[in-house]
T-cell receptor, first 113, second 112 residues
Framework: EDKVVQSPLSLVVHEGDTVTLNCSYEVTNFRSLLWYKQEKKAPTFLFMLTSSGIEKKSGRLSSILDKKELFSILNITATQTGDSAVYLC?????????????FGKGTKLSVKP | NAGVTQTPKFQVLKTGQSMTLQCAQDMNHEYMSWYRQDPGMGLRLIHYSVGAGITDQGEVPNGYNVSRSTTEDFPLRLLSAAPSQTSVYFCATGGRGNQPQHFGDGTRLSIL
């Protein structure tokens, strides 16, 4: 059975800290790995990774995929209170549909001032 | 969330009632999906569609029906609501090729 596991499930840090969120997966027909940020409403897209070892970066956030070891990390440097959210990892599967995503349970990040 | 519109935002139903959650998109995306999100469970795929006239089941399809008569709309029907279907429902869409999905703001559904 396909699964995506995120760790830790929750994390409390102080502003300015650097955090690393983990996502491991066991999925047949892997196509892509995606990171989303969810605050109060809809998950918002952060990154999509398809190739090993290529870092994707957006401001203070970065992510990398290891397809051999089947995991990805999401790094946030110099955290701010606005980074407080649930971070979701999802894996897209082949089989003809981009709509076929399996999600982890999320990591709840709380950034204290 | 621009481009993906879900209605209603909130709904309370009684056990056994039926209803339809609406999802509409104006981005001409081929792919549309429905997820439910429960505390501690993450998002789980209910049904998805790769284009008008084509639908398929996800992880938790029981108790739900979908249809895709147009590219823009992908309604989710609860045939006979049960308390276990109390959840937040998200619709998502994605373009052709390996593109990320984008989510609507969700419908919070409570079944008494």
């Amino acid at each position: 059975e396909d699964k995506v596991v995120q760790s830790p499930l929750s994390l409390v840090v102080h502003e300015g800290d650097t955090v690393t969120l983990n996502c491991s997966y066991e999925v047949t027909n892997f196509r892509s790995l995606l990171w989303y940020k969810q605050e109060k409403k809809a998950p918002t897209f952060l990154f999509m990774l398809t190739s090993s070892g290529i870092e994707k970066k957006s401001g203070r956030l970065s992510s990398i995929l290891d397809k051999k070891e089947l995991f990805s990390i999401l790094n946030i440097t110099a955290t701010q209170t606005g980074d407080s959210a649930v971070y979701l990892c999802a894996v897209g599967r082949d089989g003809g549909s981009q709509g076929n995503l399996i999600f982890g349970k999320g990591t709840k990040l709380s950034v204290k001032p | 969330n621009a481009g993906v519109t879900q209605t209603p935002k909130f709904q309370v139903l009684k056990t056994g009632q039926s209803m339809t959650l609406q999802c509409a998109q104006d981005m001409n995306h081929e792919y549309m999906s429905w997820y439910r999100q429960d505390p501690g469970m993450g998002l789980r795929l209910i049904h998805y569609s790769v284009g008008a006239g084509i639908t398929d089941q996800g992880e938790v399809p029981n108790g739900y029906n979908v249809s895709r008569s147009t590219t823009e709309d992908f309604p989710l029907r609860l045939l006979s609501a049960a308390p276990s279907q109390t959840s937040v429902y998200f619709c998502a869409t994605g373009g052709r090729g390996n593109q990320p999905q984008h989510f609507g703001d969700g419908t919070r559904l409570s079944i008494l």
